[in-house]
């Protein structure tokens, strides 16, 4: 590299942006979904949903339509059916590009939230990470999740989520978190970026300014977060601050109004204050900042889709990430531009900071060597074969998830399990849908890994709310059994709890029905009072008089909402790498290593504390 670039590495790419014009410019702030498992080929149906919602065939069109500068992965738009079909979209998608390249993208935070499934490496997520007190683990998580995705023409993870988590009832983050102490939060942030980096991954920290504190989820309505301004100094913005100052790419906004820090009641997303008053000027941030969706509900409650776009850019913004109407949105950046609303200036510094993105995870390479060869950034097939799910990844997966898995209840030492005593078990409860569509069902993965540890285990899903029917059936085949294990989900005592997690997971355009995005855990009694629901299936079930232990298989807060039991474990998520390290710990192949990084309130009283953050039981 030239002298004259080590004193400006912006050089090179100041040269290329003179070269676009500003239609190459407004497309590139754009991060676009698109239908299909190829650039140029894809199956009909999707063709259809692409020209319906996009205007366009396929991903080749959707670039060359709008000059794009990135596309994002989902599994419900077909772009993730296999390591091979995944490397070769990405392929056509960057042979599609005409001068720059798209920076291709996916939220594969693993737990909760995973688009790529199995056979790529599925690892613990955030809480479980933070539940393992390691930041080693979550740096080598995060190293392997960068290097599969690299393998696959994957340059960026909207990952990790620096939200801090003190909420229980949030719907949206909840296990993506951490957990609930904002300086450990900070830790486990700044080791994934590094993880990240070490990859040659782009990372996003996300949701600024922070989207811990609300029951209400963003993809469907505008939150509120009602933190004074020391409040959010203290619980929110540390792990803000550690993922700037470990060099985090990008930093997601969230769609959230928080009056303390601008009382205008627009969205962080849509305002000035927040994403340049705090993020650029008060943390001394000058990487890209980039929008949450713009199909989501929560910012579109206030101003139209023709304005979304315009006043994300003028609040700070660098890259809008999936409008619901991509003509409305591009055209309305450019009209914009042309009224002089926005300047060219102004699109040129977000431009700017997107090239250096691509060019830090070396989609660029072309242009910083200053040699003019057109870059094809490509997965090739060995790459692919010898890393994604590689044996290595795999048992480093099952080695953190070792540490993952907390143990709150162990009365009268009944864990750990031996067959010799304790042959026969019923695994009963919930089957929640698998994040990435190939783990689970959790019930038939618990019995299959205990059956493997020596047991005699047999699985019977009961769901999230058996009525009484369910739970007599449950009751029945416990008969003859020696202990019970039952799998919760996001228990409640009274009222029903939302879980919109994986809302992201289906078409961003619409709003989400109760029936297709949210598990709701009601613990409904009938007229005579008799418990129905999970609460009712554990009470049925201790009555009988067998060991019952639970594993709560998402939220850790399960254990307060139910009848005391023999024993209670946690394992932050229910993908098969997080269920087999149960199973290990129930059979005492391995001894319990996790600790809560949330507390455990009670819930008859939540100002008293169950369980407090640091609690885990081990032998």
Known sequence: MSASVERDPDRPLRALLRTLSLEDKVGQLFVMHVYGHTATDPDQADVDTNLRELGVRDAAELIDRYRLGGIIYFGWAHNTRSPHQVAELSEGIQKAAPAVPVLISVDQEHGAVARIGAPATLLPGAMALGASGSHEHAREAARIAGAELRALGIRQDHAPDADVNVDPANPVIGVRSFGADPDAV?????????????????????????????????????????????????????????????????????????????????????????????????????????????????????????????????????????????????????????????????????????????????????????????????????????????????????????????????????????????????????????PSGTTGPPTTVLAGALNSLGFQAVALPTGTAPDEATIEKAVAEAHGRDAVLVATYNVTTHATTKDNTQAANTTLEQTPSPHARTHQATEPSDSNGTEHGQVGLVSALRATGLPVITLAVRNPYDVAHLPPVDAALASYCWTDVALRAAARVIAGRTAPQGRLPVPVRRADDPAQVLYPIGHGLTY
């Not at 209400?216 to 540390?238: C, G, K, N, V, Y």
């Not at 008060?282 to 023709?306: F, N």
């Not at 070396?362 to 074969?385: E, I, M």
């Not at 750990?416 to 009963?428: D, F, N």
């Open 186 to 434: 900070a830790g486990f942030v700044a080791a994934q970026i590094e993880g990240y980096r070490s990859a040659g991954i782009a990372t996003a920290a996300k949701h600024f300014p922070g989207h811990g504190d609300t029951t209400d989820d963003s993809h469907t309505e505008l939150p509120h977060i009602h933190h004074t301004r020391e409040e959010w100094d203290r619980h929110d913005a540390p792990p803000f601050r550690a993922a700037i100052a470990a060099g985090v790419d990008s930093v997601m906004t969230a769609h959230i109004v928080v009056p303390a820090l601008d009382p205008s009641g627009d969205p962080a997303t849509l305002s000035r204050p927040i994403l340049t008053g705090i993020l650029r000027e008060e943390l001394g941030y000058d990487g890209v900042i980039a929008t949450d969706s713009l199909a989501m509900r929560g910012v579109r409650t206030k101003y139209g889709d023709d304005r979304v776009a315009v006043l994300a850019l003028k609040a700070g913004a660098d890259q809008l990430l999936n409008p619901p109407r991509p003509d409305i949105a591009w055209n309305a950046v450019l009209d914009a531009v042309r009224s002089g609303e926005l300047t060219e200036e102004r699109i040129d510094e977000s431009v700017l900071r997107v090239l250096r993105m691509k060019a830090r995870v070396g989609l660029l390479d072309h242009v910083l060597n200053q040699d003019g060869t057109p870059s094809t950034p490509s997965a090739s097939a060995p790459s692919v074969d010898a890393t994604v799910g590689s044996p290595a990844h795999l048992v480093a997966a099952d080695h953190i998830a070792d540490a993952t898995t907390t143990l709150l209840v162990n009365t009268d030492a009944l864990l750990p399990l031996s067959p010799a005593t304790h042959p026969r078990i019923l695994v009963v409860g919930a089957d929640p849908r698998s």
